[in-house]
């Protein structure tokens, strides 16, 4: 059964997928007390398949890089789903930790962030509000046009 | 009021600026327990002028590259001044992340972080002593040479 | 005298030495709470030599980058017996950051970071599962090919 922030994704039109498996030897989220982290999302769809691939300031133009960067938000909550089994029971989004794929010289990491922010915004309101570094790297995993990792209050 | 970090920061010739707002859609820090998490924080200056721009190893020396760390580690205690209202407040430095604008091969990293790490030792004595990572990136929002985060224990 | 923890690592050929000094104003661990945050690692031996230097896409394999994440992992390692006295005290891997020294493109980061990942579940077992962020970066302190940062749940 749907909580209301999931309920709320819905209203978007995100169904959250079954959560990715990770790639390797570790596992997709680990709870510390009442804190979740979330491993770090490569933006692929609800198929596994990556939706941007290559570097901004490159072949990836911002636009299609925010839709990737919102595509590895979808993936964090749907982890995060997978180890509350309900998004209600998040209490605050702490911290977003945004890899951008990006040619030397590339400064509009933020820009493509946003996509990522943006969404935990409409999932949790105030809540979703966090801290956020974002940095442009050299090369990402499947050469993916972006990853995001979490940090999550939770209860 | 200003506490003794503070005034330790004036007898420095450091005056915290208003805090740097957020570019996008997050806040400059989070509170979780006594944790206070900070966002990357970029090399401005009061007024909002990156310090340094470009890339170690390309057209940024090591001294400005030490003073860009620099101005980030004043922008993170201007968070934490905002969040707390008063430095005093911050029981441990736990953790600065410290991104540098980099050519491939640059390998000074840590000389251009010390910028950083320098000034939360004079602020804080023994307790600005942090756990550190420093990596190279191939880009930075705004063109900055310098990007650091910062996670701090607090009462 | 060693741990159950320590021992396995014996078994496997491991000895930890003595945990490599910071190379700047930092301290290689802070604990808060029971957490414990420890510093990038850089993938140096038990004498401080630098396992692989350069990127992998360029001058370093794959399998190279595999032992250098892994070197990194033992220095983690290093820096928690430093910390706790036991590596018995150590309840969760709670988190590695894994950068990887990448030409722009390189794809196989997880493939490079399962060298350190693979070794904490060796010598924790069920607990060494970790949460995971894996980026290529330009550049790293000391040319090194890898750096990965942790976080240890301990009592």
Redesign the interface.
């Known amino acids: 059964m749907a909580g209301a922030v999931e309920n709320k994704l819905k209203g978007l039109g995100i169904a959250l997928q079954e959560a990715p498996a ?9 709870r ?4 979740l ?4 999302q490569l933006c692929s769809d609800g198929d596994g398949k990556i939706v941007a691939k ?2 901004l ?1 490159g072949g990836v133009s911002i636009e299609d890089g925010q839709k990737a960067a919102r595509a590895c938000a979808i993936n964090l909550l749907a982890q995060v789903k997978a180890a509350l089994g309900d998004l209600d029971r998040v209490s ?6 945004g ?2 794929n ?10 493509v ?2 996509g990522a ?2 969404l935990m ?1 409409a999932a949790f309101g105030g809540k979703g ?15 993916a046009a972006v ?1 995001v ?1 979490g ?1 999550f ?1 939770v209860s």
Chains 1, 2, 3 share one sequence.
């Open positions: 990770p790639v390797a030897n570790y596992v997709p989220f680990v510390t007390g009442n804190l982290m979330v491993s770090g290559g570097q300031g605050r989004v702490v911290r977003l930790g890899f951008i990006s040619a030397p010289g590339f400064a509009e990491g933020p820009k962030m946003n922010s943006d915004v509000k966090h801290a956020r570094s974002t940095v442009g790297v050299a090369a990402l995993p499947a050469d990853e990792e940090l209050e």
